[in-house]
């Protein structure tokens, strides 16, 4: 199994940068990509950045050229790097791994607050 933690959320003013880590555990080996989704009050939940285990990295149009996602050496953390942060921003941001012959692991969240 796999255990996603997430961390780094708070509240910020717009324009402002934030950097948000997601630690995995267990079977880390399973693990194909991982990406960060969010999930505002009254809205679907949506992708914003993927990351495979090679390195290659896709994002949502609406965070592209102001986040940035990244993994370290070890491959067992993701770090989304946001800055130019706007209100639209203001989410619950969730860690997400897919793996081999299995179903996708998902984090708690963690609260990401935008104010002008």
């Known amino acids: 199994q796999v255990q996603l933690v997430e961390s780094g959320g708070g509240l910020v003013q717009a324009g402002g940068s934030l950097r948000l880590s997601c630690a995995a555990s267990?079977?880390?080996?399973?693990?194909?990509?991982m990406g960060w989704y969010r999930q505002a009050p009254g809205k679907q939940r949506e992708l914003v950045a993927t990351?495979?285990?090679?390195?290659?990295?896709t994002d949502a149009n609406s965070v592209k050229g102001r986040f940035t996602i990244s993994r370290d050496n070890a491959k067992n953390t993701v770090w989304l790097q946001m800055t130019s942060l706007k209100p639209e921003d203001t989410a619950v941001y969730f860690c997400?791994?897919?793996?081999?012959?299995?179903?996708?692991?998902w984090g708690q969240g963690t609260q990401v607050t935008v104010y002008s």
């Open positions: 267990g079977n880390i080996f399973s693990i194909v990509a």
């Open positions: 997400n791994a897919n793996r081999i012959r299995d179903f996708d692991a």
């Open positions: 990351i495979t285990r090679g390195g290659t990295t």
